[in-house]
């Protein structure tokens, strides 16, 4: 219990507070009885104490481990002491289906790729916790719902885009308090005719451990090379690095690009022109510096 008297313009005043409940039963009905003396305002004046009996504040329904505030007006001005709880209903006891659920938890939400490409699925990883049903949605439609799940680590659900998308993972405990987190994929959509290869190396951290979180289990990260047609805010192609070296396969010829890689701030980047049919053109090494982009 905590209370404290509170001050109103033209009246006497309230009681103000709050009760918590520490026990395994929840209290229908809880009188709290204070008592009411000489104020303080009265005392510093010297008059005597006196005592101006008992006021009661009925306090309705606390759960177990719930906190319930409280406001009441004074019967007159006085200074307040807390004296006990009366109860004016017997508490009962919780069955474990009543009682509060755990608060619904995301812990991670990824995508494989950034950017989908043709005929390439991107697979959608999360893991959760408290949860009695998952639902993903695509743009606004879901796509996909999961039921009576308490912890949960995707295997990794497929997707394949037709245009850039944000995935929204919902989840929800038997209380219907909800937890949610999105992923956007783009769309990497490659001209097949009159196209060549741009193969190149990177060196320095682009292999590395990754934590998805802290303390928590780490994963091998490979950075991702990403082609720019110059101009176009929209990668081109996507290539993964394997032993330093990334191959990017059938760019078209047509216009300028640059090179670089999926990176936080302003990574370093290749200019690439005379990009010939049929060829590969091989670019000079981007070295790899800095802070991976995580989602």
């Known amino acids: 219990m905590t209370f404290s008297s509170e001050r109103v313009v033209g009246g006497p005043g309230n009681i103000v507070g709050a009760v918590t409940n520490r026990s395994n039963l929840r209290y229908p009905c809880v009188d709290a009885v204070f008592s009411l003396s000489t104020h303080y305002d009265d005392r510093q004046k010297g008059l005597p104490v006196v ?73 959608l990883f999360w893991t959760t916790r408290n949860a009695s049903a998952v639902s993903l949605l695509a743009n606004g439609i879901e796509i996909e719902t999961q039921r009576d799940l308490a912890t949960v680590e995707s295997a990794g659900f497929p997707v394949s885009p037709d245009e850039a998308t944000t995935y929204l993972l919902i989840v929800e405990n038997r209380d219907g308090r909800k937890a949610s987190q999105e992923v956007r994929v783009g769309v990497v959509k490659v001209t097949r005719r009159g196209s060549c290869k741009i ?97």
């Open 51 to 123: 005592s101006y009996g008992n006021q009661s504040i009925r306090i309705r329904d606390i759960a177990p481990g719930a906190t319930i505030r409280f406001s009441a007006p004074l019967l007159r001005k006085a200074g307040v002491g807390f004296l006990r709880y009366e109860t004016c209903a017997e508490p009962v006891a919780e069955s474990p289906s009543s009682q509060t659920a755990a608060r619904p938890e995301i812990k991670s939400f990824r995508a494989s790729h950034q950017y989908a490409q043709r005929n390439k699925p991107v697979k």
């Open 199 to 295: 193969a190149g190396r990177v060196t320095g951290s682009w292999r590395r451990d990754i934590a998805e979180r802290p303390g928590g289990p780490t994963s091998e990260w490979i950075v991702d090379m990403l082609l720019f047609k110059r101009g176009e805010s929209m990668p081109k192609a996507e290539a993964k690095v394997s032993g330093g070296r990334y191959v990017f396969d059938r760019v078209p010829v047509e216009g300028s690009y640059f090179v670089r890689p999926s990176w936080e701030g302003q990574p370093n980047q290749v200019d690439v022109r005379n990009c010939r049919e049929g060829k590969t053109l091989q670019i000079r090494d981007i070295r790899i510096t800095g802070r991976p982009l995580i989602d």
